[in-house]
């Protein structure tokens, strides 16, 4: 069975500074990985996708994670933090073909921006 | 183009009563899921279908029905509410079963009184 942890259930971080949410999952197949944020009362957008072609991901809005079968992680980063980015982040994980079977969530990180 | 669509946005009900969700998934999509996410949690698989039959089922009670429709909108049914009901159900659509991506809507937030 998937599982996903998120390490850290709120992270703070200051405007322009390195922003840096982890996670671990647990998968018996070669899984796939996703990164949504939430706004909120928003639904979830997705931010970025690991799904074998590359282990450096590169998504929207500046963030970009990594793929490190050996540490079993999927930490996602941005090099500077904006206000704008204040949200809540989610990791989840699929063992499907491309990621529409069901997607196991990790309880989420909220990330707060200090001026 | 336009998203996934949920409706209501915002609901009460009472204990013991039953409700109906909605969800119309981005046009062309065939599979329509239902998560549950509880306040403070991460989202919960509830229900996947794709071209009307269902694909997948989570760890909930035979109170939570769902179903699609030919123009493959979506209901998600959940019969003599619990409080522990109380949630935001999310709606997410994809092409096909075997292609990536999930598109979530923006969600209808359920309070059991």
């Known amino acids: 069975a998937q599982s996903v942890t998120q390490l850290g259930s709120h992270v703070s971080v200051s405007e322009g500074a390195l922003v840096l949410l982890r996670c671990n999952y647990s998968s018996s197949v070669p899984p796939y990985l996703f990164w949504y944020v939430q706004y909120p009362n928003q639904g979830l957008q997705l931010l970025l996708k690991y799904t074998s072609a590359a282990t450096l991901v590169k998504g929207i809005n500046g963030f970009e994670a990594e793929f490190k079968k050996s540490e079993t992680s999927f930490h996602l980063t941005k090099p500077s933090a904006h206000m704008s980015d204040a949200a809540e982040y989610f990791c989840?994980?699929?063992?499907?073909?491309?990621?529409?079977?069901?997607?196991?969530f990790g309880k989420g990180t909220k990330l707060t921006v200090n001026p | 183009d336009a998203g996934v669509t949920q409706s209501p946005t915002h609901l009460i009900k009472t204990r013991g009563q039953q409700v109906t969700l909605r969800c119309s998934p981005i046009?062309?999509?065939?599979?329509v899921s239902w998560y549950q996410q509880v306040l403070g949690q991460g989202p919960q698989f509830i229900f996947q279908?794709?071209?009307?039959?269902?694909?997948g089922r989570g760890n909930f009670p035979d109170r939570f029905s769902a179903r699609q429709f030919p123009n493959y909108s979506s209901e998600l049914n959940v019969n003599a509410l619990l409080l522990g009901d109380s949630a935001l159900y999310l709606c997410?659509?994809?092409?096909?079963?075997?292609?990536?991506?999930?598109?979530f809507g923006p969600g209808t937030r359920l309070t059991v009184l």
């Open positions: 997410a659509s994809t092409l096909y079963l075997a292609t990536d991506t999930q598109y």
């Open positions: 046009s062309g999509h065939k599979s």
């Open positions: 279908y794709y071209e009307k039959e269902e694909r």
């Open positions: 989840a994980v699929s063992a499907g073909q491309g990621g529409s079977e069901k997607l196991v």
